[in-house]
């Protein structure tokens, strides 16, 4: 009986391995809405008046380079699209839906987005000179040094929307949702700012937070989003202070380990609890663009390196907003144009670390030693540092040093 089924086994086993891959389906995207646009915009535009009211649907679809120019794509479905260094100049993407679309180095020169859905969209060198977003949904998008020279964003949303470095000269930006969006050194000269909403962890051009008093003198409302104090122990001081990082005190008694829900780990032979997830350690290890990929992806990862080892490593470019990198080590570590806003760096070794041009707007720096680091043109705005953090000259920080860095001292 059993050599029956042997028998019939292998024959399927045989057939599955001469299925040719090109059957199974590739993407969700409907396969004559993307042939016709592949046949280009003439086509396409002619195709589209035949669609009978249905959206097109090229979710997903890899038109990357692709001459676009002119195309009408309104209300398409373009979810997750690849649409990288493609022509859209004059496109119509009204109402179109891009949730995470690639339109990275794209050209929308006087593309129309009115009401386009573009959440996580990463746009970043994309080139959208005196193109219509009006009241566009773009909450987490990136524009990273995109060129939006006379762009109309008015009464779009752009909640945590990433304009470093953009160009927004002459933009409009009237009734624009900024809270929580990273403007730090963008280009906002002529633009019309008026009645934006600003919160506490809007990030301004200056690199400083917005405040009631900025909102106040450029006609915008301000929201305070700040978040609420830390919950208190016995005694007055905070939980970190009562427990510093890598004390040991902040683990659960009962099984060894921290209440920590990232995938922590024992090292062999050692006997040692190593405090930080060792599957983000490697990928973060193994390329940072792929790793700042998979955050775009996961806004809402928790990030747990504490204690991790990165010395002599390169990490320029990486994203570590939001980190807990308690008692980390970073010595002689290359972190230039690093994200590392609002990251708990508390204990970290940083010494003659490479911080050139990194944000580190809201970073715990208590306790940090950055003896000789580079510190050039980087973001210390917000940053919190304590008595016992050593700065690049050897000095330790003081309320003085704070001042001149719009930082905050803080009791250890």
């Given at each position: 009986m059993q050599s029956n089924t042997r028998r019939h086994i292998r024959p399927l086993l045989l057939f599955c391995t001469l299925v040719p891959l090109s059957s199974v389906p590739a993407s969700a995207f409907n396969a004559a809405d993307f042939h016709a646009l592949k046949a280009g915009v003439k086509s396409w535009n002619s195709y589209r008046t035949g669609l009978s009211g249905r959206v097109a649907d090229l979710s997903g679809a890899r038109l990357k380079g692709m001459n676009l120019r002119g195309a009408d794509l309104s209300k398409a479905d373009l979810s997750g699209a690849d649409l990288a260094s493609a022509d859209l100049s004059k496109a119509r993407l009204d109402h179109a839906r891009l949730d995470s679309a690639v339109l990275h180095s794209a050209m929308l020169v006087g593309a129309s987005l009115d009401g386009a859905r573009l959440p996580n969209a990463d746009l970043e060198d994309a080139v959208l000179e005196v193109a219509s977003l009006k009241g566009a949904f773009m909450q987490t998008a990136v524009l990273k040094k995109a060129d939006c020279s006379g762009a109309d964003f008015s009464g779009a949303d752009l909640q945590e929307t990433n304009f470093r470095e953009a160009r927004l000269a002459g933009a409009l930006l009237t009734?624009?949702?900024?809270?929580?969006?990273?403007?730090?050194?963008?280009?906002?000269?002529?633009?019309?700012?008026?009645?934006?909403?600003?919160?506490?962890?809007?990030?301004?051009?200056?690199?400083?937070?917005?405040?009631?008093?900025?909102?106040?003198?450029?006609?915008?409302?301000?929201?305070?989003?700040?978040?609420?104090?830390?919950?208190?122990?016995?005694?007055?001081?905070?939980?970190?202070?009562?427990?510093?990082?890598?004390?040991?005190k902040d683990k659960n008694p009962e099984?060894?380990?921290?209440?920590?829900?990232?995938?922590?780990?024992?090292?062999?032979?050692?006997?040692?609890?190593?405090?930080?997830?060792?599957?983000?350690?490697?990928?973060?290890?193994?390329?940072?663009?792929?790793?700042?990929?998979?955050?775009?992806?996961?806004?809402?990862?928790?990030?747990?390196?504490?204690?991790?080892?990165?010395?002599?490593?390169?990490?320029?470019?990486a994203d570590l907003a939001h980190a807990k990198l308690q008692g980390a080590s970073f010595r002689k570590t290359d972190l230039f144009d690093a994200d590392l806003r609002n990251a708990d760096l508390s204990g970290c070794d940083m010494r003659e670390a490479n911080l050139e041009k990194a944000d580190l707007g809201g970073a715990d720096?208590?306790?940090?030693?950055?003896?000789?680091?580079?510190?050039?043109?980087?973001?210390?705005?917000?940053?919190?540092?304590?008595?016992?953090?050593?700065?690049?000259?050897g000095k330790k920080a003081n309320r003085e040093w704070c001042g001149r860095h719009d930082a905050v001292f803080i009791h250890e």
């Open positions: 009734g624009a949702d900024l809270r929580a969006a990273y403007l730090w050194r963008a280009d906002m000269s002529r633009s019309d700012i008026s009645g934006i909403r600003v919160s506490s962890s809007t990030v301004l051009a200056s690199g400083s937070y917005a405040s009631q008093a900025w909102a106040s003198e450029h006609r915008a409302e301000f929201i305070d989003d700040a978040p609420k104090p830390a919950p208190v122990v016995a005694g007055g001081a905070d939980a970190r202070q009562a427990f510093p990082a890598g004390s040991g099984s060894g380990k921290t209440g920590s829900k990232g995938n922590l780990w024992r090292m062999s032979g050692s006997g040692a609890t190593v405090l930080y997830d060792q599957v983000l350690y490697k990928k973060l290890k193994s390329g940072v663009f792929a790793w700042n990929d998979m955050r775009k992806r996961d806004r809402s990862m928790e990030v747990n390196l504490r204690e991790a080892k990165f010395d002599q490593k390169n990490l320029s470019y720096l208590s306790g940090v030693n950055l003896w000789r680091a580079n510190l050039s043109r980087a973001r210390l705005n917000g940053v919190k540092v304590s008595g016992s953090t050593i700065l690049d000259t």
